[in-house]
């Protein structure tokens, strides 16, 4: 399964809300879907798995949703630390990861 | 706390071997499978294989099988990556990660919920 990340980068200011997509080339098997955040010489950071549910310690203002092959990440009232590389995986099958989206300071 | 530390890496020749080690703590670690991930310079994440929790079954990615070989030791929470005929487009920072869901006999992974911070491999001549 591909997954296709949109946009590429995406240009914001602090306290505005980002939106961003994943989309499957088949349906993911059982909305098996995560995403993660990853900064500069760190290593990825689970935020969501199964399409919608957060992961330990993520803030509300993380949300994802989607079904099928359409998957969101949203992010709301972005704070400094949100801008960062984001990348989504589908696990319902051989994992496959997005190409990631980058969420910069505008 | 859950810990996952790597070792093994450095530089090597193409068509040279190198083997990763993952040392876990912090969890019941025959309870879980374990993964690698790749990641080369300035690109994005691919995953490379995934072994139970039994250590029992293993998968791989297409572009590593058959040069590559994951086990682990749950005697010493350790898991190991084998890597043979090695090429310059194997070159990454690998990434070892626990798998979200407990399962003692799966092979393909559920999410990964925690990552150690990476060793880098460099093949090069």
């Known amino acids: 399964i591909v997954l296709t990340q949109s946009p590429g980068t995406l240009s914001l200011s602090p306290g505005e809300s980002a939106t961003l997509s994943c989309r499957a080339s088949?349906?993911?098997?059982?909305?098996?879907l995560a995403w993660y955040q990853q900064k500069p010489g760190q290593a990825p950071r689970l935020l969501i798995y199964?399409?919608?549910s957060r992961a330990t310690g993520i803030s509300d203002r993380f949300r994802g949703s989607g079904s099928g092959t359409d998957f969101t990440l949203t992010i709301s009232r972005l704070e400094p630390e949100d801008f960062s590389v984001y990348y989504c995986?589908?696990?319902?099958?051989?994992?496959?990861f997005g190409q990631g989206t980058m969420v910069e300071v505008k | 706390e859950v810990q996952l530390l790597e070792s093994g890496g450095g530089l090597v020749q193409p068509g040279g071997s190198l083997r990763l080690s993952c040392d876990a703590s912090?969890?019941?670690?025959?309870?879980?499978?374990v993964s690698w991930v790749r990641q080369a310079p300035g690109k994005g994440l691919e995953w490379v294989s995934t072994?139970?929790?039994?250590?029992?079954?293993?998968s791989y990615a297409g572009s590593v099988e058959g040069r590559f070989t994951i086990s682990r030791d749950n005697s010493k929470n350790t898991v190991y990556l084998q890597m043979k005929r090695l090429r310059a487009e194997d070159t990454a920072i690998y990434y070892c990660?626990?798998?979200?869901?407990?399962?003692?006999?799966?092979?393909?992974?559920?999410?990964?919920?925690?990552w150690g911070q990476g060793a880098l491999v460099t093949v090069s001549s």
């Open positions: 990660a626990k798998d979200g869901v407990g399962s003692w006999s799966r092979s393909l992974p559920y999410y990964f919920d925690y």
């Open positions: 912090g969890f019941t670690f025959d309870s879980y499978a």
């Open positions: 072994i139970s929790a039994s250590g029992g079954s293993a």
């Open positions: 088949q349906s993911v098997t059982r909305n098996y």
């Open positions: 199964g399409s919608s």
């Open positions: 995986l589908q696990y319902g099958d051989s994992p496959t």
